[in-house]
């Protein structure tokens, strides 16, 4: 009922004069983690979605060429006054995970932390990943996630009601949501609240040159 796109612009237009207080240290390593698994190469093409204040920036390469979104603009501004201060170059462009207005295979990587658990429609946020990322282009993702071998129980999807309205889902599980997007998985680890948060590294696969 609450998780739509134009609740989600609301309430974090709301939580970002204070969001980096909650998320900057909880998430510092987790983020380094995460970031950690990526193949980076000189010269990558890097898209974050659902960059929120920025945090990612002070853990990525310098010679990449960088494009963050966000859906709030009170994010996104933050976003860019955290490149000026860092002085990275980094596009920031106020943008719906879910309706990227970005080319077909544009991107070496493509970054989504703590955003999965947060979109309407994550199946719609990944299709979107996929089909901006080049060909073996990797998607990092870091977030809470339901254990792929055990679907949520009553309780707990009684209580997403609740917490999807104010901050995530609690219900989602990575394997399932990735593959059906077309994602192989590479790494996939725990990083905080006993494997409550994992950081997983998909995959594009290449074509067959068969």
Same mark, same amino acid.
């Given at each position: 009922?609450?998780?739509?796109?134009?609740?989600?612009?609301? /309430?974090?237009?709301?939580?970002?004069?204070?969001?980096?207080?909650?998320?900057?240290?909880? $998430? +510092?390593?987790?983020?380094? &983690?995460?970031? @950690?698994?990526?193949?980076? %190469?000189?010269?990558? +093409?890097?898209?974050?979605?659902?960059?929120?204040?920025?945090?990612?920036?002070?853990?990525?390469?310098?010679? &990449?060429?960088?494009?963050?979104?966000?859906? *709030?603009? =009170?994010?996104?501004?933050?976003? =860019?006054?955290?490149? %000026?201060?860092?002085? !990275?170059?980094?596009?920031?462009?106020?943008?719906?995970?879910?309706?990227?207005?970005?080319?077909?295979?544009? $991107?070496?990587?493509?970054?989504?932390?703590?955003?999965? *658990?947060?979109?309407?429609?994550? #199946?719609?946020?990944?299709?979107?990943?996929?089909?901006?990322?080049?060909?073996? @282009? #990797?998607?990092?993702?870091?977030?809470?996630?339901?254990?792929?071998? #055990?679907?949520?129980?009553?309780? /707990?999807?009684?209580?997403?009601?609740?917490?999807? *309205?104010?901050?995530?889902? &609690?219900?989602?599980? =990575?394997?399932?949501?990735?593959?059906?997007?077309?994602? #192989? &998985?590479?790494?996939? %680890?725990?990083?905080?609240?006993?494997?409550?948060?994992?950081?997983?590294?998909?995959?594009?696969?290449?074509?067959?040159? !068969?």
């Amino acid at each position: 009922m609450f998780n739509t796109t134009a609740w989600n612009r609301l /309430r974090y237009t709301a939580y970002a004069p204070f969001y980096d207080v909650v998320a900057a240290r909880a $998430f +510092r390593r987790p983020r380094r &983690i995460a970031l @950690g698994q990526v193949d980076w %190469e000189p010269g990558m +093409r890097v898209l974050l979605v659902g960059a929120g204040t920025g945090l990612d920036l002070p853990f990525l390469p310098q010679d &990449i060429e960088l494009h963050a979104t966000d859906l *709030a603009p =009170a994010m996104v501004k933050r976003t =860019a006054k955290r490149a %000026e201060t860092l002085r !990275r170059d980094v596009e920031c462009r106020v943008m719906d995970a879910e309706a990227l207005n970005y080319p077909d295979e544009h $991107f070496d990587a493509v970054i989504m932390h703590l955003i999965i *658990a947060v979109m309407p429609n994550p #199946q719609r946020g990944l299709a979107e990943a996929h089909r901006v990322l080049k060909p073996g @282009g #990797q998607l990092c993702v870091m977030d809470k996630f339901q254990p792929d071998e #055990q679907p949520a129980g009553a309780g /707990r999807r009684l209580l997403n009601h609740l917490t999807s *309205a104010l901050a995530t889902d &609690i219900t989602r599980q =990575a394997q399932p949501l990735l593959s059906e997007a077309g994602f #192989q &998985i590479r790494h996939d %680890e725990p990083v905080l609240m006993n494997g409550l948060f994992r950081a997983v590294l998909a995959v594009k696969p290449a074509p067959s040159s !068969r």
